[in-house]
């Protein structure tokens, strides 16, 4: 919009009469245009303001979402004493448990996919996996193993890291 307004300038300046008319007639343009440029930029940052309500509401429903399941995940949330200590044995058990607890829990045009993706999954989760510590690694296992079949696996890693991270 500042170019509609550099144009306006030009106009004025370059006008061969000095009519008033045609001068509160250029006036009134160059207004108009800042006047839709003040719009514009009310506009895209009321744009903005909705888009961060709209993330708000959504971390509000997810953390809602997490803080009823938590009590349920809480109780499967053990380190047995018998446990693998290193991060190749606990991540291939819960990848193990992992693609169970999806098999079960996925409708079966899901489970086909959830098979085809297998390979790249497992290097993306295995790499995840050394992220996390041992024993949040072993509570996800123990979650997915015996936990409800309706759990998420994005609460089942919170309830983990929480507890054990």
């Known amino acids: 919009m500042s170019s509609c307004l550099g ?7 370059c006008s061969t009469g000095d009519s008033s008319a045609e ?4 006036e009134a343009a160059a207004q108009q245009a800042r006047d839709i440029e003040a719009a514009e930029q009310r506009a895209q940052e009321d744009e903005a303001k909705r888009r961060v309500e709209a993330r708000k509401l959504e971390e509000e429903r997810e953390e809602r979402e ?10 499967f949330a053990k380190v ?17 448990e992992y693609d169970g607890f999806m098999q079960k829990t996925l409708d079966p ?12 999954r497992i290097r993306v989760m295995r ?16 979650i997915l193993r015996k936990g409800p079949p309706d759990a998420e696996f994005g609460h089942i ?7 054990f991270g």
């Not at 045009?109 to 790249?120: I, L, T």
């Not at 890693?157 to 507890?163: N, Q």
């Open 157 to 163: 890693m919170r309830v983990c890291r929480d507890k």
């Open 66 to 75: 997490y803080q009823d399941a938590k009590g349920a995940l809480e109780a």
């Open 109 to 120: 045009e899901a489970v086909e996919k959830w098979r085809a993706g297998s390979e790249d």
């Open 7 to 13: 144009v306006l300038a030009l106009a004025l300046a």
């Open 127 to 142: 790499r995840k996996c050394h992220e996390r510590s041992v024993e949040v690694v072993v509570c996800e296992t123990q």
């Open 80 to 96: 047995p004493k018998k446990h693998p200590k290193g991060f190749g044995t606990a991540c291939d058990a819960m990848l193990v």
């Open 23 to 26: 001068r509160k007639a250029v």
